[in-house]
């Protein structure tokens, strides 16, 4: 059953969504500019986190924090990350190469900052969350070459392969899916595992729960929105080009698989059938679908269902980093 807290949650949802859905129907009419949604939408608010739990990087050109709980390897004494001249995490420390999701338009490490210190103290490692760039601007693929770029500066530094896990959510999770599938066609070490949370896979939004979870989903239902976003991310690409939806991939070789996405979502075919084709092709994949829960429910501090799918996260994360 779910909490009493989701309830609430899928009403403040709703709300937040009203003003950004009608400003949605105004640019598909084309009575306001595109940069007004852009800006509405990218006001999002950075949470309060303990001073000193995060540390900006420049990963060979590419922004990205470290973000950190206390006591896990690597952190500094006292306040971790904030000792001038301290490593942000040790080189022998395993880590959790994070990739934000915002329908590749919107979103930063900053505003993930609680999220990932929550992910971080239940793991036991450090995450190093990238700062991509995004559409429009910067169109497929930009953001994904950043992300293969960050990745290639971890091994620099020192760390293994079989030291990191690669983990995103939504736009974030097909960008874990497409690193990793770059990084096999250009011979680089794979990560240990990987880990999607209500990731995106098909932008030709081929998906049956497209439609019949259209009412039921508070966050990318009943809205013009993927269209809006598929628009601005690809540029008229293809949208079954593998790199840009991996569930048209060949997954073949792909390490170990954790999948998490919501019962209400829209894109929870994007997760099963993503699931089926892993599985098809020889991949260790756990698919874990959350009844009644919305879109990367993951974030959500005040529900008990977050910190219980958090809590299985860091298990898969145990039985794969072990550095």
């Not at 091994?155 to 999770?173: F, P, T, Y």
Request: some cysteine; proline content about 10%.
């Amino acid at each position: 059953m779910a909490s009493p807290q989701l309830a609430a949650l899928i009403q403040q949802l709703k709300a937040e969504r009203a003003p950004v859905v009608q400003l949605l129907e105004q640019v598909a009419a084309g009575r306001v500019p595109l940069q007004a949604f852009l800006d509405l939408a990218r006001q999002q608010p950075i949470p309060e986190v303990p001073p000193g739990s995060w540390r900006a990087v420049d990963a060979a050109g590419v922004r990205g924090e470290w973000i950190m709980a206390p006591g896990v390897p690597g952190a500094a004494p006292g306040v971790p990350g904030a000792a001038p001249g301290v490593p942000a995490a040790a080189p022998g420390a395993a880590v959790i190469f994070y990739i934000h999701g915002g329908g590749w338009f919107r979103g930063s490490p900053a505003v993930y900052r609680d999220f990932l210190g929550r992910l971080s103290a239940e793991a036991g490692w450090p995450v190093f969350a990238v700062q991509y760039r995004l559409a429009p601007e910067a169109p497929f693929p930009a953001g994904l070459d950043d992300c293969v770029r960050a990745y290639d500066w971890l091994l620099e530094q020192g760390r293994q392969a079989a030291q990191v896990i690669i983990m995103g959510d939504s736009a974030g999770g097909n960008l874990v899916l497409a690193a990793a599938l770059r990084l096999r066609e250009l011979g680089r070490p794979l990560p240990a595992a990987l880990a999607c949370l209500s990731a995106v896979t098909d932008l030709a939004v081929t998906g049956e729960t497209f439609r019949t979870n259209q009412a039921a989903d508070p966050t990318l239902g009943g809205s013009p929105l993927m269209d809006l976003v598929v628009q601005m991310y690809l540029g008229g690409r293809d949208p079954r080009q593998p790199l840009a939806s991996p569930l048209y991939a060949d997954l073949r070789g792909l390490p170990p698989l954790l999948i998490q996405v919501g019962s209400a979502e829209v894109l929870l075919d994007d997760s099963r059938r993503l699931a089926e084709r892993a599985r098809a092709a020889g991949v260790d994949v756990t698919l874990e679908v959350w009844d009644d829960l919305p879109h990367v429910f993951q974030f959500y501090p005040e529900l008990p269902e977050a910190h219980q799918a958090v809590e299985r996260i860091g298990t898969f994360i145990a039985q794969h980093l072990t550095a």
